[in-house]
């Protein structure tokens, strides 16, 4: 189905080089990845030339920098992790480009701008910076840019810090390009991107007594296009759109996407594997995709009584609960994302498998990220799990999936049938060459 | 029977979770305990109920027998004294837990080692650890049973202590542990050394 090309970060595996998070900028042209031990990797993707027609397209690094360190909380003597949990790119209105990053507790506005130009020539320097004997300068000469190798700066421009109690666990540029929301676990703050002493809140659901605490908020994104309204998806399942032109705190939510559980379904582990771990509005802004521990749902924001669209993901992990339950498994937040043309959605799963679903011929597809299956130029076969019954050859079986190998962060080029795929820590990009346009 | 025993691992399992988050580096997860304490309390009602055969026939359940090992995490074990008898030094509250119907924090009657103090709940330090190891051998079905009983049906009743009295102070009452009043549900060491790290979790946020 695609062509793949596989980039390694190392070979040999450590924690701090965990992807955490995945994101493409508004062109596709850049890629941002952010790992546990606080480091951002910026690919670029080279442009296609005539001379080279095989590395076409392809992403190389293009920056790394260290975003986030470890803090320690003096107060409640607690660690603050330095894993960047959300990259969010910013529109670009100028020849740099800016990103946020964010770990547990504070957000960073970054700027990145090439140089690959110096003044040479000046008058009282020579070229090393020495001051020159004046004696020696006899005619003025105007100084010129002369081309150098291309350096990437980055510059921290704005830390947003102490806004956040509790955990953050998302970000949201408005479509405004001027505000910006994160979200922890009980609160929703707006901060204005120049603005880093101040910001406001806008939801909070911690209750008067936490020892009455029922539900967190999981994820929450702004609206593609309407700059008043964003989303926001519960640990029960529930999905929130509010309107923040109806009131400054948004606790009444305009609208509030619920699906009743099915009755036939109900075990001890219910309520886990109802906890949204992600929300995505389409790039049409008229649906919102959905990800719960085993299932990915598309939502019209004109419905609110149900999802339009359920896809399985791994259904066969409904008896397992309990054991997934005991090895954390079932806590694993998994991601989930839209193509360009909001007609396929993908999202991870277990042993490096990931899914992707059709949502017009309603057909779906698994395939793996792994070194073994990806060779530069292969074509990915599509795998199967089989559940009992007839086995095929190359299926794999539910009690051979290997659980510690789980692809929680996917992301989807805005334009183009590229993906990028985060596989603990390997990073793998496929493109789809046959199509390189969306259909 | 077969739900008791599999709410009852569960209830085990959960505790072990509640424990370790607490020395889990990056602070408590508030959204992961969440979870933990509504699983918990989905136990807890199994356990106490009558068993109903078609309330939680949910496909494959689980059968509590031999559920399939993941890789990776070491299971946490069969409890020890399963299908034994309960050790003497265990509360005796299990047969009478097993009638009771389900009100949050029923008082069982005091034990014999209420005038034992608690275990301070500063910080977790070697003092947990070795208590952690003194518990997954005693986290036996009497100890477990108890727990059970304690345990309300919300969030507040991890907190709960006194059975009809005020409720505890989220905030700021990491001392309320320790001077637990005398006649409390249950004195067993390692019973309110479950409790403490819980009300100390909920006073970290």
Known sequence: MAISRGLARRTVPEAADIISTVEFNHTGELLATGDKGGRVVIFQREPESKNAPHSQGEYDVYSTFQSHEPEFDYLKSLEIEEKINKIKWLPQQNAAHSLLSTNDKTIKLWKITERDKRPEGYNLKDEEGKLKDLSTVTSLQVPVLKPMDLMVEVSPRRVFANGHTYHINSISVNSDCETYMSADDLRINLWHLAITDRSFNIVDIKPANMEDLTEVITASEFHPHHCNLFVYSSSKGSLRLCDMRAAALCDKHSKLFEEPEDPSNRSFFSEIISSVSDVKFSHSGRYMLTRDYLTVKVWDLNMEARPIETYQVHDYLRSKLCSLYENDCIFDKFECAWNGSDSVIMTGAYNNFFRMFDRNTKRDVTLEASRESSKPRAVLKPRRVCVGGKRRRDDISVDSLDFTKKILHTAWHPAENIIAIAATNNLYIFQDKVNSEMH | ?205
């Open chain 2, 1 to 205: 029977m077969e739900f008791k025993l599999e709410a009852h691992r569960i209830v085990s399992i959960s505790l072990g979770k509640i424990y370790n988050s607490r020395v889990q580096r990056g602070g408590i997860k508030l959204h992961k305990n969440l979870l933990v304490s509504l699983v918990l309390r989905s136990a807890r009602q199994v356990y106490l109920s009558d068993p109903c055969p078609g309330l939680y026939l949910a496909g494959p359940a689980g059968s509590p027998a031999a559920p399939p090992q993941q890789p990776g995490e070491p299971a946490a074990g069969p409890p020890a004294g399963w299908g034994e008898p309960p050790p003497p030094a265990a509360c005796a509250a299990w047969p009478e837990t097993e009638p009771q119907p389900e009100r949050p924090a029923d008082p069982a009657p005091p034990r014999v080692g209420a005038a034992e103090p608690a275990a301070p709940v500063t910080g977790a330090g070697d003092a947990l650890r070795a208590g952690e190891v003194e518990e997954e051998e005693e986290m036996e079905t009497g100890n477990v049973a108890n727990l059970i009983s304690i345990f309300g049906s919300s969030f507040s009743g991890l907190l709960r202590k006194s059975p009809g009295g005020g409720r505890e102070e989220a905030e700021g009452e990491e001392s309320g542990p320790e001077a637990a009043e005398p006649g409390q549900i249950c004195c067993d060491k390692p019973v309110l050394r479950d409790i403490n790290p819980w009300s100390t979790a909920i006073v970290a946020f």
